[in-house]
Nanobody, 123 residues
Framework: QVQLVESGGGVVQAGGSLRLSCAAS????????MGWFRQAPGNEREFVAA????????RYGDSVKGRFTISRDNAKNTVYLQMNSLKPEDTGVYYC????????????????WGQGTQVTVSS
């Protein structure tokens, strides 16, 4: 079982930025599509962004397009989520996840999940 550990969450004012990181324990990290999801209290888990193993293919949820950027460093077994122009509605627990699919935007396509990191955006 691959272990994923997120970091970088915190409290930020609206309009600010945060950068999340997710480190994976697998030595074949470059084989996998990596994704970020978020969940606010009372809401379903929402797709945020995904990046393919080749780095050339990325996808974003409609609510974060133009503000968030996903990237990965295969040499460091790490995926990042740069979040700019944050809004209060971006508040939630952010999870990174790993998928064997070529590209995946649904939570059921992901096999391993991190424990999550809290992001709180104050107005």
């Amino acid at each position: 079982q691959v272990q994923l550990v997120e970091s970088g969450g915190g409290v930020v004012q609206a309009g600010g930025s945060l950068r999340l990181s997710c480190a994976a324990s697998t030595p074949v990290f470059s084989w996998y599509t990596m994704g970020w999801f978020r969940q606010a209290p009372g809401n379903e888990r929402e797709f945020v962004a995904a990046i393919s193993r080749s780095v050339s293919n990325t996808r974003y949820g409609d609510s974060v397009k133009g503000r968030f950027t996903i990237s990965r460093d295969n040499a460091k077994n790490t995926v990042y989520l740069q979040m700019n122009s944050l809004k209060p509605e971006d508040t939630g627990v952010y999870y990174c996840a790993l998928s064997g699919a070529t590209m995946a935007t649904g939570p059921r396509e992901y096999n391993s999940w991190g424990q999550g990191t809290q992001v709180t955006v104050s107005s």
